[in-house]
């Protein structure tokens, strides 16, 4: 139940601070942080406009993707206390139940007709296609390595003490940081701020939402952040006690806000056509974490 | 001795490199091969002692230097011809006799090396001095063919480093380090099975660049195409063998561990692709340089098959590397004759040779009938113990499709040289040809000469080496 | 630490199979040198004065420095373009690189022996495919010598893994082996690139068989 907590405690914040670190970063003073709250306030009060073209596919998908995101966050454990749900193999629910959501808003995207839309939503099915096989040899050398197969018993189990799993764990936190990206449609591989449809990856989908559909789904997108913020903390607080973990939690993904800020100051978006490159390179890196972690078990000498 | 021979050379060569009077070079050019018949003969006198530790004289390094001695002498009065033709400047003229000279000490060594690393380091000094030599013309075609023999023998040089590496580790399991072919041999049976497959093969692969054969055969044929011809009867010839040895001491120590099936299998395997390959291009080739050294590449093929069969095999084998060395560089000698004559690499601009130079047409008949192995040639001995070996493998069908193949070599090789000898150019210009001195082509008609006799009357010392090469050889 | 240290070589690897421009290559060779020269370091059993030497030599000096700037000069001097201009696609090179990388640990899997470090050996022989793999799919010829040097470095790590203590003397050898080979390519390619107006392996088709 804390995870819960804490993980919708960083969503407020999450996106506000990584838009003021872009502001700070370009020297202007920037919006509030609790403004991304406020707009997802005001647009939950508004009606809703749908398309005459539209099936009732378009208007389920907004609800789908939010509770997808909703049911992800519950099996997220935080360090001793689990996630609300957890089993074992949870963290293949975790992949699916967010894919589930994706499959949604994509086949909602194609509902429209509009051919922007569909781009958009071929490049999104492309891009997390590449994605997950990253995430699950990642989570699955962990697991092997952790020998457990849930998410809290896999995090609880890690020990990390040798040279070589200092550099597993920098190379699994690289891996998910950059899934996280990828799955939030954020800097090397997706520009939130592009203004042109044609170079649009997430934003091209939800052009035709509006009101309290685009609530939820700004709102899913925001909690999205802090959930992968939060497998992040897992990887280093272990069992260590709350009155630490608590601290360590919000320090993490204030840090991570700021990087991504920072990163999306100082970089441009991958050309399209190098996306499918970097995000199979994820892969082959996940790769390498399993080798890794076979040479630790010493089931490779 | 072999001290004082690699000193000298090497100091010759670097003289030479130096060198631009005229008669100084010649001198040393001279002296360079009066230290090499010198060498020869110490060497023949003192057969199976090994000096400096990594030399040996054995049979089959005393008969592939003396091979290499008696082509020296040759390739040397060739290459004077070729110079004062091309009326050669003085800097072209140091670098080419220089990197001869280099090349022809570095193979002798690499033949009597006992040590495979000693073998790798010569042959990587073989490919230094002959890229100079392919680079000699400094044109366009002569750049594209040395950076390809550069590069692809740089790759193939690394290739046997690696099987060295991998040799030496199978060796670790015998508690030894020294990587010497006795040594090799001697614990033959306790090699590591796995890391000696893995050596064969990368060493095999490497080797394979300057023997000819499939996979690394390219680059040869391209060198051999834009060195000068007197320098390509050495590539074509001496340096083949040098790929032969480095091959054949390691298969010796192969063949006496239980891999000794699958070796076979590999090196008959690559010989008859590349038997395969060499048909291919033999019969859609137009450029006579090329296609002798085609004709290379298949009698290497042959070569390795008769290695892959075993008993007569290997006999015939030594042999025929022996006899082709002398037909090939004799055929090499003749070719830059008859470039001079018609001023063209093509077949479609050659033809009715008898007419313009009638000796040099002689040798490049009887050059045809030796390389294509018809009886009065000695290679037709050595190819018949081949076959005979393939035949009592039981490998009937193999033999079968070898033989075919080989007739369309003939009949293409046949094809082109009875064109050259005999039917005219349409409209080709009389007027400036250049009369080529019969005298010029003796040293041709000795070494096919040679051939022959080596093959059809073969003195009995000769026979003994052999015999002693590969004696080490199980059955 | 080492095994840390080859995982990064892997990386670069990786890296190098999606880099588009060439002066990325010189970086990740030079990089490469560095890394080898960490790992022969920790190495070590003994720190003998002319070991360090002859390490030093080898690694940091002629891979990370002589052979980086000599390739770099050469780019210059023939104004090659920056782009590496694969045959394939970045995609296809970077899924080639980890089949290579996937099938060499399988390989190795199957192979049971004391005298070996595995590890060592994965590293050797991926980079060794890897640069063959380079060779064949990049269309300059500078690529080429670049992808000599990746296989010069696959054999520098499977000499390691070896870990028989090759005399000094072979050791020598190679290195003067690299140095005259990289030396003579890239003297080669200086004239190519003076004789022919592009520096790409399609100007390098001349020699034919008619």
């Known amino acids: ?301 | 001795m072999i001290g004082i021979y690699l000193l000298g050379s090497f100091a010759i060569a670097l003289s030479l490199f130096f060198s631009r009077n005229k008669l100084l070079v010649y001198t040393l050019l001279g002296l360079s091969l009066l230290v090499q018949a010198l060498f020869t003969i110490y060497a023949g006198f003192h057969a199976g002692e090994i000096e400096l530790i990594y030399f040996t004289y054995d049979s089959l390094g005393m008969i592939l230097l003396v091979t290499l001695s008696i082509i020296a002498i040759p390739a040397a009065i060739h290459s004077y011809i070729y110079i004062e033709n091309h009326k050669e400047n003085p800097q072209a003229r140091a670098i080419y006799l220089s990197s001869l000279v280099l090349l022809i000490t570095a193979i002798s060594a690499g033949y009597l090396s006992n040590h495979i690393a000693v073998t790798w380091i010569f042959t990587e000094i073989t490919t230094l001095s002959a890229s100079a030599l392919i680079y000699h013309h400094r044109n366009k075609l002569a750049l594209e063919g040395t950076w390809k023999y550069v590069f692809i023998c740089a790759i193939s040089i690394t290739f046997i480093f690696i099987g060295i590496l991998f040799l030496s580790l199978s060796l670790q399991h015998t508690g030894s380090d020294d990587l010497s072919f006795k040594n090799l041999l001697a614990r033959s049976n306790e090699l590591n099975p796995v890391w000696l497959r893995m050596a064969f093969l990368f060493i095999f692969t490497g080797f394979t660049a300057k023997l000819g054969l499939v996979p690394m055969f390219t680059a040869g044929i391209d060198a051999k195409d834009t060195a000068p011809a007197p320098a390509g009867a050495l590539l074509a010839s001496v340096l083949m063998n040098l790929g032969f040895v480095g091959i054949f001491r390691f298969y010796i120590v192969v063949a006496n561990t239980p891999l000794l099936h699958w070796a076979q299998l590999v090196v008959g395997s690559a010989a008859f692709l590349s038997l395969f390959v060499a048909t291919v291009y033999m019969l859609k080739v137009k450029n006579i340089k090329r296609m002798f050294a085609y004709s290379g590449i298949e009698h290497m093929g042959i070569v390795m098959l008769g290695v892959a069969a075993g008993g007569i095999g290997y006999y015939a084998a030594v042999l025929h590397v022996v006899l082709h060395a002398f037909v090939k560089s004799s055929l090499f000698f003749q070719f830059n004759q008859l470039y001079r004559v018609f001023q063209n690499k093509s077949i479609y601009h050659i033809g009715n040779y008898f007419k313009y130079n009638a000796t040099g047409a002689m040798v490049l008949l009887l050059g045809f009938i030796s390389t294509t192995a018809m009886p009065p040639s000695g290679l037709f001995v050595s190819e018949f113990l081949i076959f005979k070996s393939i035949f009592d493998t039981g490998h009937i069908l193999l033999l079968v499709v070898v033989l075919l193949l080989l007739t369309m070599i003939i009949w293409s090789f046949g094809k082109n040289i009875f064109k050259i000898l005999f039917i005219p150019v349409p409209d080709f210009d009389e007027q400036n040809i250049e009369i080529i001195k019969p005298w010029e082509s003796v040293s041709q008609f000795l070494l096919l000469a040679t051939a022959v006799y080596l093959g059809l009357n073969p003195p009995p010392f000769f026979v003994q080496l052999l015999n002693d090469s590969v004696s080490l050889l199980p059955g | ?210």
Not at chain 1, 8 to 14: E, L, M, V
Not at chain 1, 51 to 60: G, K, P, Y
Not at chain 1, 289 to 300: A, P, T
Not at chain 3, 48 to 70: G, H, R, Y
């Open chain 3, 1 to 210: 630490m080492i095994h840390v240290l080859l995982i990064i070589f892997l990386i670069t690897l990786f890296y190098m199979a999606i880099a588009n421009r060439l002066m990325t290559y010189i970086k990740v060779l030079a990089l490469q040198g560095v890394l080898l020269f960490f790992v022969v370091f920790i190495q070590l059993n003994e720190i003998n004065t002319l070991n360090l030497i002859l390490i030093l030599l080898e690694t940091i000096v002629f891979k990370s420095l002589a052979v980086p700037l000599f390739l770099g000069y050469l780019l210059k001097r023939n104004n090659i373009t920056r782009e590496a201009e694969p045959f394939l696609p970045n995609f296809v090179s970077l899924v080639i690189t980890t089949c290579i990388v996937v099938i060499t640990i399988l390989i190795s899997n199957t192979i049971i022996d004391d005298h070996l470090d595995k590890i060592f050996f994965v590293v050797a022989l991926s980079t060794l495919f890897f640069g063959l793999y380079l060779i064949a799919t990049r269309r300059k010829i500078i690529t080429h010598v670049m992808g000599y040097m990746v296989i010069e470095n696959g054999v520098f790590v499977l000499s390691l893994a070896i870990g028989n203590e090759m005399p000094m003397l072979v050791n020598l050898g190679i290195m003067l082996d690299i140095f005259a080979s990289v030396l003579i390519l890239g003297i080669f390619l200086n004239k190519i690139g003076d004789v022919f107006k592009d520096v790409d392996v399609d100007q390098l088709s001349n020699l034919k068989d008619y």
């Open chain 1, 1 to 301: 139940m804390l995870s819960v907590v804490l993980i919708i405690i960083a969503a407020i914040f999450f996106t506000g601070i990584i838009i003021r670190t872009k502001s700070l970063a370009s020297g202007r003073k920037g919006p509030g942080i609790l403004q991304p709250v406020h707009d997802v306030i005001r647009l939950f009060r508004k009606g809703v406009v749908y398309s005459e073209t539209t099936s009732f596919i378009f208007q389920l998908a907004p609800s789908v993707y939010f509770a997808s995101i909703i049911m992800a966050m519950l099996v997220v454990p935080f360090g001793r206390s689990g996630g609300v749900l957890g089993f074992n193999g949870d963290f293949i629910f975790f992949a699916y139940v967010l894919a589930l959501g994706k499959f949604f808003s994509i086949i909602a995207a194609m509902d429209t007709g509009s051919s922007f839309e569909g781009m958009g939503a071929s490049r999104e099915a492309l891009y997390s296609m590449f994605a997950e096989p990253a995430f699950f040899i990642l989570m699955g050398s962990l697991a092997l390595l952790s020998g457990h197969t849930s998410f809290q018993e896999i995090f609880a189990a890690l020990h990390i003490g040798s040279q070589i799993s200092y550099a597993l764990a920098a190379l699994a936190t690289f891996v998910l940081l950059m899934i996280s990206m990828i799955e939030n449609s954020r800097m090397p591989v997706d520009d939130p701020k592009t203004h042109l449809e044609l170079t649009m990856i997430h934003e091209v989908m939800i052009l035709d939402n509006s009101g309290f559909d685009l609530g939820l789904i700004l709102t899913g997108g925001y909690l999205k952040f802090a959930i992968y913020g939060a497998l992040i903390v897992n990887l280093f607080i272990g069992v260590i006690p709350y009155e630490y973990a608590i601290p360590a939690f919000f320090g993490i993904q204030f840090l991570m806000a700021v990087t991504i800020g920072l990163i999306e100051s100082f970089m441009a978006r991958f050309r399209m056509s190098h996306n499918p490159q970097f995000i199979v390179a994820l892969t082959s890196v996940s790769l390498l974490i399993f080798f890794g972690v076979l040479l630790i078990l010493q089931k490779f000498m």
